[in-house]
Each structure stands twice: as structure tokens, then as C-alpha cells.
């Protein structure tokens, strides 16, 4: 399933989350805000210290950052709206054809990344690489680097159980396959990332190693300096709109956890049950041997039990294959989210610090440093890039949710209605044998 398209940027002044929809907490969604109303008085400040207004310059695009453009000018070259569809996208990629690669030192899985694009960024109309796990994570890497305002996606977790999970197996190969799949579709259909320069290289490089090594030494500037000015300072309040944001961010990753949790247990009870199951239809079988009037009726019941197994088997998979990797990647969401809510309270507590220094000051009436004017640009671009994504984030997953609490459905409906069907099959044989005698 994929993600829906996406909308455009919002505006980069406030945008209240109280109204947001909030389908798996059970208070409501005022509730959830609480907390004073007014806003950080450091904030007021900042908007007329020094009879100076301070201005977002770059339109969402971090400040000091590499980035292509500006997030308008991008969504304005990509025609994104609520009515995309095929004949408006310019940049197609897939993931297929996995195959296993045994050497010396280890063995691995590749996959064929085949990118279709008409974007001037691409020498060629088409392309096609193989790429291993590792160049993923590479990618994801830079990503959250050269965009620490963004959120990046998820990718599925690297690392199973050995002797529980065998990562070579057909299953699991196909499963991480669709994940990695919907990875670069999400980054495809973001309208900032999409342009990045490491992801043009990750979909057209021969030798993705070369470029690999040129960036070892590199360190994210926006964090490091990050770190470095807010390290000890406290951030003083947090915008409550991005309170909002966390606390229901806390309380989805709460209840799908709860979610993922019990269905594994419902999915091990379901597996030890279709072993029973296949224990159970053949006694029937062996019976018809000696009872010659209940042949026919014992074979049926064999035959109706074996078609239940089947069912069973097939809504196991079909959970295991569509529904768990849903919850999980959805989990993992939740924590990259998490992440970039942290950057942008760290980037407001350098803010707020660097304010307050020139507070300290004895003139009657500063001039404002152009480090705290470009300090404030990028708390700016984080607000709003991170309430863009966020509300991405929430159209995508109302949709992925509702495809698959829908396809749930259908295969539990399905399950019931062969195993209806199988068990009415042996009436008749029944209903005869009644006649008969």
C-alpha cells in the first residue's frame, strides 16, 4: 500500500493541532494540550526586539543547509495537489528482484532499484542499480543530515533473531523487499527529499561505495552546533502545538505497541491451532477405514477439516505478511518524528539562549546579532517543515490505516465464509445417510 499524495506546504505562521483528530486516544483532544495558552514570552519578544521584525527568508528550507530549493518552488515544479495521480508524477522507483549474494567474508541480499524520471536532476530517462540494506541506511543517514528539519521515514528494522527469523528466507526476503519498496516511494513522493542530492546519487551511482567514502568525514553543522550552543541550556516552553504533537505521538506509539504485541500472540495461538488442526482431520480419515456406513460422512468431515486448515493458513499469512509490518513501521514513524520534535527543541533552545544573552546586555537598545536573526530563521524552518511533514504524515496514515483495517476485514470475512462453506459441504452427506436407514 502506499502512501497518499502530497499536500502542499502550509504557511509557516501558527496552526493550532487541538482540532487534530486523535482516533486511538481515549480523552479528547483539548484534554491532551492542556497547559497554559499563552504564548513563550521570550518568543513574543523575539517577534519586535529591537523594533526589528525577523523574517523567514527561505520558505522552509533550513538555513546553512544543502538543500535543491525552497519547498514552494519544489512543490510548484512537481504540480503537487489533492488530485495527483500518474500523469503529473516525474520520478517513478521500485524495488525488485532480490537476490542472494554468497562470498568469502558474508553473505547478503541485493535488490534491483529501477528509477524512472523525466527531471532534469537525471542525465537519463531511466535507471536501474542493485543496492544492499547497508546503502539503504547510507541513505537514510544523509537524509536525516542534510534535512534535520524533515521527517525521513522508517526503514524496517535490520536486525531478527537468529534461529527464530532466517533473513534469507523467501517470506522474509519479500517482506523487507515491500518495505524498502515503500521507503523510496515515501521519499519519492515528498516534495523536499525527493529532490536531495544523496538520493539522486543512492538511485544512479554504479559505484555507491566511492561516494560513500567522500562523505565519511562529513558531520551534520545544524546539530553539531546545535549541541555545542544549547548543551547546557534548559528549554523553557515548548510551543503548544508541538506539545500537542508529542503527547499524541507518545500515546500512538503506546497503543500500537499494545496492538502489535497481542496480535503476535494471536498469530502464535493461530499457528499452534492449524498444528492441531492437521493432526485432527486425518484421525477422521483412518476412522472411515472401519466404520463402512460412515465412510462417506467421516471422509467429508476429514476433508471439511483439511479446507479450514487451508483458511487458516492463508489469514495467519496474510497477517503476518500486511498487518504486523503496518503497526511496525508506523512505530518506527513515531520515533523518527520524536526525533525531529527533539532537533526543533534544541534548535529553539539555542534560540532562547542566545536571546537571553543579548537581554543581558546594558544597551537600552540592542541590535540584534545576525547569529540570533539566522538562529531564528531555522527555529522558523523547522516549525514550519515539521508541521508540513506532520500533517503529510497524518494524510498517509488515515489512508495506509483505513486499507488495512479494510483489507483485515475482507480476510476475516473470507476465512469465515470457507469455513462456513466447508462445514455445510458435509450436511448433505449426513442428511443421505439419515434418509437411508
Not at 2 to 17: D, H, I, N, R, V
Not at 276 to 285: A, D, F, H, N, Q
Not at 308 to 322: G, H, I, Y
Amino acid at each position: 500500500m502506499s502512501g497518499g499524495p502530497p499536500k502542499a506546504l502550509p504557511s509557516t505562521g501558527p496552526q493550532s493541532l487541538r482540532d487534530m483528530p486523535h482516533p486511538l486516544a481515549g480523552s479528547s483532544s483539548e484534554e491532551a494540550v492542556g497547559g497554559d495558552s499563552t504564548p513563550s514570552p521570550d518568543l513574543l519578544t523575539a517577534r519586535s526586539f529591537g523594533d526589528k521584525d525577523l523574517i523567514l527568508p527561505n520558505g522552509g528550507t533550513p538555513a546553512g543547509t544543502a538543500s535543491p530549493a525552497s519547498s514552494s518552488s519544489l512543490l510548484n515544479r512537481l504540480q503537487l495537489d489533492d488530485d495527483m495521480d500518474g500523469e503529473t508524477r516525474d520520478l517513478f522507483v521500485t524495488v525488485d528482484d532480490p537476490k542472494k549474494h554468497v562470498c568469502t567474508m558474508e553473505t547478503y541480499i541485493t535488490y534491483r532499484i529501477t528509477t524512472k524520471s523525466t527531471r532534469v536532476e537525471f542525465d537519463l530517462p531511466e535507471y536501474s542499480v542493485r543496492r544492499r540494506y547497508q546503502d539503504f541506511d547510507w541513505l537514510r543517514n544523509k537524509l536525516e543530515e542534510s534535512q534535520p528539519t524533515h521527517l525521513i521515514p522508517p526503514l524496517p528494522e535490520k536486525f531478527v533473531v537468529k534461529g527464530v527469523v532466517d533473513r534469507f528466507s523467501e517470506e522474509f526476503v519479500e517482506t523487507r523487499r515491500k518495505a524498502l519498496d515503500k521507503f523510496l516511494k515515501r521519499i519519492t513522493d515528498h516534495p523536499v527529499l525527493s529532490f536531495n542530492e544523496h538520493f539522486n546519487v543512492f538511485l544512479t551511482a554504479k559505484d555507491l561505495n566511492a561516494h560513500k567514502k567522500q562523505g565519511m568525514a562529513l558531520l551534520t553543522r545544524v546539530g553539531e552546533s546545535v549541541k555545542h550552543v544549547a548543551g547546557g541550556y534548559k528549554l523553557r516552553n515548548r510551543p503548544l502545538e508541538f506539545a500537542a504533537i508529542g503527547e499524541y505521538l507518545d500515546t500512538f506509539a503506546l497503543k500500537l505497541g499494545t496492538i502489535d504485541r497481542i496480535a503476535q500472540r494471536i498469530i502464535k495461538e493461530e499457528i499452534e491451532y492449524l498444528v492441531e488442526l492437521r493432526e485432527y482431520g486425518p484421525v477422521y480419515s483412518t476412522w472411515s477405514a472401519l466404520e463402512a456406513e460412515l465412510a462417506e460422512p467421516l471422509e467429508g468431515v476429514s476433508a471439511c477439516i483439511g479446507n479450514c486448515s487451508t483458511a487458516l493458513e492463508e489469514l495467519t499469512d496474510d497477517m503476518t505478511e500486511d498487518f504486523l509490518p503496518v503497526l511496525r513501521e508506523y512505530i518506527l514513524y513515531s520515533d523518527s518524528m520524536k526525533s525531529v520534535l527533539k532537533k526543533r527543541d534544541q534548535v529553539q533552545a539555542e534560540y532562547e539562549a542566545k536571546l537571553e544573552a543579548v537581554a543581558l546586555r546594558k544597551e537600552e537598545r540592542p541590535k540584534v546579532p545576525a547569529d540570533v536573526e539566522k538562529c531564528q530563521d531555522r527555529m522558523e524552518c523547522f516549525n514550519a517543515d515539521l508541521k508540513a511533514d506532520m500533517e503529510r504524515w497524518q494524510n498517509n496514515k488515515r489512508q495506509d490505516f483505513r486499507q488495512l483495517l479494510m483489507g483485515m476485514a475482507d480476510k476475516n470475512i473470507q476465512y469465515y465464509e470457507k469455513c462456513l462453506m466447508a462445514w455445510e459441504s458435509i450436511i448433505p452427506l449426513l442428511q443421505e445417510k439419515q434418509e437411508a436407514k
